[in-house]
């Protein structure tokens, strides 16, 4: 059950890609939710599409439809970072390449010492 919710954690809502540290960089709004930059993006891209008067420069989240303030499409790549989930990234990442390291000790550590003096 925990690792279904770390993986619901680890994914975008939206689309749900698995967030990186790049264009799938986690992004908290003003209410506490999250999303990848590209989607926050794409949002906002659209908002800009609205005639000039219907148009705000207010960004609703899609959980619960706060708003927060976007001066423009500059702003959302400034948003905070969501810090827990590029740890818990980094922390998948470094599991991954210490088991791949523990993987290859293991099988070394069965070959016979002549084949690596050769």
């Given at each position: 059950?925990?690792?279904?919710?770390?993986?619901?954690?680890l994914h975008?809502?939206?689309?749900?890609?698995?967030?990186?540290?790049t264009?799938?960089?986690?992004?908290?709004?003003?209410?506490?939710?999250?999303?990848?930059?590209?989607c926050?993006?794409?949002?906002?891209?659209?908002?800009?599409?609205?005639?000039?008067?219907?148009?705000?420069?207010?960004?609703?989240c899609?959980?619960c439809?706060?708003?927060?303030?976007?001066?423009?499409?500059?702003?959302?790549?400034?948003?905070?970072?969501?810090?827990?989930?590029?740890?818990?990234?980094?922390a998948?990442?470094?599991?991954k390449?210490?088991?791949?390291t523990?993987s290859?000790?293991?099988?070394?550590?069965?070959?016979?010492?002549?084949?690596f003096?050769?």
């Amino acid at each position: 059950m925990l690792s279904l919710h770390l993986h619901t954690l680890l994914h975008c809502t939206i689309c749900t890609e698995k967030y990186n540290e790049t264009n799938r960089r986690p992004k908290l709004l003003h209410c506490g939710h999250t999303f990848c930059l590209t989607c926050l993006k794409k949002i906002f891209s659209s908002i800009l599409l609205l005639p000039s008067n219907s148009r705000n420069q207010q960004l609703k989240c899609p959980n619960c439809r706060q708003t927060t303030e976007m001066f423009d499409a500059c702003y959302i790549s400034s948003l905070s970072d969501n810090f827990v989930i590029i740890n818990f990234l980094s922390a998948e990442e470094s599991s991954k390449n210490s088991k791949v390291t523990h993987s290859l000790l293991e099988v070394a550590g069965n070959l016979p010492q002549k084949d690596f003096l050769q």
